[in-house]
Nanobody, 116 residues
Framework: QVQLVESGGGSVHPGGSLRLSCAAS????????MSWYRQAPGKERDLVAS???????NYADDVKGRFTISGDDVKNTVYLQMNSLKPEDTAVYYC??????????WGKGTLVTVSS
């Protein structure tokens, strides 16, 4: 069955970097739209970045130029490279798969904390 497992979260100082991984199983990630979302305490879950099956990438305005989404077809894994992290990037980050029919599957999330 479809499974998404996020990893790579942790605590970092402002200006630091982290790389999140989303290991996919039960389907081919490169044939789906894969997205990263985040949810801060008391806030809604918002889109951070996505990559379509055709390789088209999309970013939220507040992460453009700092975050990069990419995929590894061999490892069937999607990454989110996060640079120049800010305290407002603190959130639980979730991986989402959207299949051809528009159905979504979610991972359980990984916590990113940015503080001095």
């Amino acid at each position: 069955q479809v499974q998404l497992v996020e990893s790579g979260g942790g605590s970092v100082h402002p200006g630091g970097s982290l790389r999140l991984s989303c290991a996919a199983s039960g389907f081919t990630a490169s044939m789906s739209t894969m997205s990263w979302y985040r949810q801060a305490p008391g806030k809604e879950r918002d889109l951070v970045a996505s990559i379509s099956a055709g390789g088209l990438k999309n970013y939220a305005d507040d992460v453009k130029g700092r975050f990069t989404i990419s995929g590894d077809d061999v490892k069937n894994t999607v990454y989110l490279q996060m640079n120049s992290l800010k305290p407002e990037d603190t959130a639980v980050y979730y991986c989402r798969r959207t299949n051809y029919y528009g159905a979504n599957s979610w991972g359980k999330g990984t916590l990113v904390t940015v503080s001095s």
